[in-house]
């Protein structure tokens, strides 16, 4: 009778765990939301995904705590650990991701102005000595148009001293 009783508490505990664990993704779905603000079929998709994961979950604590069967206690479990994580610990967790988030996204950004500074550097020294270079030897590009132009001139030429030659006889 007694190992019974244990028994039951132990699977009414793991579905309180379950429960905690439920609440938890429950707050990195929400914080993941918050963060991306998907449009309306994100939303659905995302909310698909969401209620699957949560099935897995809860699937996994059940097989492994009764062996994939159904009681109420179990249902009980749940309910309990997802009041009580939402009670206890949303709020903490939910402050300590952001904080986190908030790091990585500053030191990300500081990793990249640390990798993009010598770039800038460099496209900075560029600037100051191409944009005199440019001014100094902007004459050479007009220059090879004209140059480019040379046989469309010459051919027009020979072709209206053609026709001047045919016209005179």
Known sequence: ?????LEQIYIFLAATYGGMLIGFI????????GIF???KIATIIQ???FWVIIAGVAMSVLLFSTSGQLRFFSFLGFSLGVILYCWAFSSIVIRTIRKVLRIIYKSIGSMVKIICYPIKMVRTGLRKVLVPVKRKFAWI???????RQLPKAALKRVK????AAIKKK
């Open 1 to 5: 009778m007694g190992n019974l009783v």
């Open 141 to 147: 590009p007009k220059t090879f148009q004209r140059l």
């Open 37 to 39: 603000k998907p449009g």
């Open 47 to 49: 909310d698909f995904f």
């Open 26 to 33: 429950y707050d990195l779905y929400r914080i993941f939301r």
């Open 160 to 163: 209206g001293n053609i026709m």
